[in-house]
């Protein structure tokens, strides 16, 4: 009798912030808004993105098994005629992506009016936003390709998350894919097809270049962000060894689909300390956590014993030239610190993982080719990136976009030591 009296009425708690009311076998979900605001928001909100994501998750690997085999030079986009949906937050507000195409009839700023005829989709990395779920959706109504279009590795003095003048936030350095983000481990990109291409031969001219262009990079301190002063920190007990464990901002998408987590964190920590039992661990967080948006996965990490935590602003190769080691996730500083000639150990899959140059602690079985560093930094610095001069408005090689951006920062930094 009981059981057929909750069949008609009964009230049941979720611990997931609601209640469930059945009543002649109908059923009423009631949220606990209280419940609700109480989680801890950061969680919440990684759940409700991956949640949404599934259908740009989905489109991504459906866009891998018919592009898989295909050829692609983004080079041939720049001087169609395009008209961009420009639903995205890639506006001229924060990057100068126009001055990549010679004949652009329209805008990418979302802020301007909706472009009523796109022949040119795209979406700006692969964090789930309404947005991104729009433009897939429009772009299968015409049949058209998605690109995902993202900050190459090198971009700017400030990220976009600064208030800073307009100039030195915008970004002059671009990456567009056909298939995926360059982050994303769980299809290859087509930057990770290029790099596992046996039949990709980069020519002794073209390992040349990349020496230069490595060599420049590191003693100009060049980083994808450049506001960071320059200066060699003294951090630890003198004369021992220097072990760098560089964190991230919590959540970030680099992180979610690079195989990386909070437990995965923890273990890196915890390996370099058991591995370097003698070094000092310099625990370095990320730029975004330092102005104030973000959080990482090592924040409110104190001094004690040898671990000594770093949140005072300092440029990347200036860090990474004091250490002997480097222990990352998913970071560019794993690669900048390959460019430095330092031992990097790797517990995400990044771009730069699984070519036999770092020490892996993931295996990702897709990728069984071996590169040399100026091999790698050829195909990912210089064939898949793609910059632009804001001073004449055009596209240029990424030497010129190392002069300009050594160029600017000197003018940023002049403007600090003038105030």
């Not at 625990?283 to 104030?292: A, I, L, N």
């Amino acid at each position: 009798m009981k059981h057929f009296f909750q069949q008609i009425f009964s009230i049941k708690n979720n611990e997931k912030c609601y209640k469930v009311i059945t009543f002649m076998g109908l059923k009423l979900k009631l949220i606990n808004i209280k419940k609700l605001l109480s989680k801890r928001w950061d969680v919440f909100q990684r759940k409700e993105r991956i949640d949404n994501n599934l259908f740009t998750n989905l489109y991504l690997k459906l866009n891998y098994l018919e592009h898989k085999n295909d050829t692609f030079n983004p080079k041939n986009l720049f001087d169609k005629k395009i008209r961009p949906l420009n639903n995205c937050y890639l506006g001229t507000n924060i990057s100068y992506i126009n001055y990549l195409f010679t004949n652009l009839e329209g805008s990418f700023n979302r802020n301007d009016p909706r472009e009523k005829f796109p022949n040119f989709f795209y979406i700006c990395g692969i964090a789930t936003q309404p947005n991104h779920v729009a433009t897939i959706s429009e772009a299968l109504k015409n049949g058209s390709q998605v690109y995902i279009i993202e900050d190459c590795f090198l971009r700017s003095i400030f990220s976009h998350v600064y208030d800073a003048e307009p100039k030195y936030i915008k970004s002059i350095g671009f990456t567009i894919d056909d298939i995926t983000h360059y982050v994303d481990a769980s299809i290859p990109s087509r930057l990770e097809q290029w790099l596992n291409d046996k039949t990709l031969i980069i020519t002794e001219e073209q390992k040349v270049r990349a020496k230069k262009c490595i060599d420049k990079i590191v003693k100009a301190h060049l980083s994808k962000y450049n506001n960071q002063p320059i200066y060699t920190p003294n951090i630890g007990r003198e004369g021992a060894p220097k072990v760098l464990v560089v964190d991230q901002s919590y959540g970030d998408w680099s992180i979610i689909k690079g195989r990386g987590s909070e437990d995965i964190f923890e273990l890196m920590l915890n390996k370099a300390i058991e591995e370097n039992p003698e070094a000092d661990i310099i625990v370095k967080t990320h730029p975004d956590t330092m102005s104030g948006k973000r959080g990482g996965y090592y924040t409110g990490l104190v001094q004690h014993d040898n671990i000594y935590p770093m949140t005072e602003p300092i440029n990347p190769i200036s860090l990474i030239n004091y250490c002997d080691k480097v222990y990352v996730c998913t970071t560019q500083f794993g690669f900048e610190a390959l460019m430095c000639n330092k031992e990097v150990h790797v517990f995400g899959v990044p771009f730069y993982q699984g070519w036999g140059l770092t020490i892996d602690e993931q295996i990702c079985e897709r990728r069984t080719n071996k590169r040399t560093l100026e091999e790698l930094f050829y195909i990912a610095y210089i064939m898949y990136s793609h910059y632009v001069n804001p001073e004449t408005k055009s596209r240029c090689e990424i030497e010129e976009a190392i002069d300009y951006l050594i160029k600017l920062r000197d003018e940023y930094f002049q403007k600090v030591i003038c105030k």
